[in-house]
């Protein structure tokens, strides 16, 4: 099936500054890339839809300054994490739809997820 | 908009048991509807979908769903559960107009954990 990678699976800094998560469609192309946010035993958070070449769309409280999204190529969607706060600590997982078949019934692969530990 | 009630954050059961985890739905346009399994540090995997064919969705590993309008309802079956089938499930929804602001966006429920003991 589809693979979907984030890089890096975990990382640790320190509050104030940036971090930069990855998602890549290693063996797809996606139009499409979708950015959710877990936070320990809760569900899925929608943040914001990336899509190739335009700005991304992000969902009603998620600030766009904060959590910046860049989806340059067809297999790689980037988030960055702005000046960092303990508050924004949590499991930032990245999901992709095959431009083949972009419709909503269609699967989303998803990454195995990055955890974030703001200090 | 949309919304998924999954009933029961813990579901435990023995090897060889039936597997039952409910998933409620809210929609004001006709839904497609998800599961999705995820195991420890891995990505979320679709166990199967509804898209409005068959209301009986067969999908890997031995699960099945029963999408019930009139109950508003997905539920998750396994006939016999397997070690191998412990991790969490995911129930999501999917809104199948086009256009608007939610077109194409999954909703997921809050989860359930699986356990199976020998």
């Known amino acids: 099936g589809a693979v979907v990678s984030q890089h890096p699976s975990w990382v640790i800094c320190k509050s104030g500054t940036s971090v930069k998560i990855e998602c890549r469609s290693l063996?797809?192309?996606?139009?499409?890339m979708f950015w959710y946010r877990q936070f320990p035993k809760q569900s899925l958070m929608l943040m914001a839809t990336?899509?190739?070449?335009?700005?991304?769309?992000?969902e009603q409280g998620v600030e766009k300054d904060k959590f910046l999204i860049n989806h340059a190529s067809l297999t790689l969607s980037t988030l960055t994490v702005t000046s960092a706060h303990p508050e924004d600590s949590s499991f930032y997982i990245c999901?992709?739809?095959?431009?083949?078949?972009?419709?909503?019934?269609?699967?989303?692969?998803f990454g195995p997820g990055t955890r974030l530990t703001v200090l | 908009a949309q919304s998924v009630t999954q009933l029961g954050s813990h579901v435990s059961v023995s090897e060889g048991a039936l597997v039952l985890l409910r998933c409620n739905y809210s929609?004001?346009?006709?839904?497609?509807l998800f599961w999705y399994v995820q195991y420890p540090n891995q990505g979320l995997q679709l166990l199967l979908k509804?898209?409005?064919?068959?209301?009986l969705v067969k999908g890997i590993n031995g699960f099945e769903a029963e999408f019930k309008k009139s109950e508003t309802s997905f539920h998750l079956t396994k006939p016999s559960a397997h070690m191998s089938d412990a991790a969490e499930y995911f129930c999501?929804?999917?809104?199948?107009?086009?256009?608007?602001?939610?077109?194409?966006?999954?909703?997921f429920g809050q989860g359930t954990i699986l356990t199976v003991h020998p």
């Open positions: 929609s004001s346009v006709p839904p497609y």
């Open positions: 990336s899509n190739e070449g335009s700005k991304a769309t992000y």
């Open positions: 999901s992709a739809r095959d431009r083949l078949f972009p419709a909503p019934y269609n699967e989303q692969f």
């Open positions: 999501a929804v999917s809104v199948r107009i086009g256009g608007g602001t939610s077109y194409g966006k999954l909703t």
């Open positions: 063996d797809f192309q996606a139009t499409t």
């Open positions: 509804y898209t409005s064919a068959a209301t």
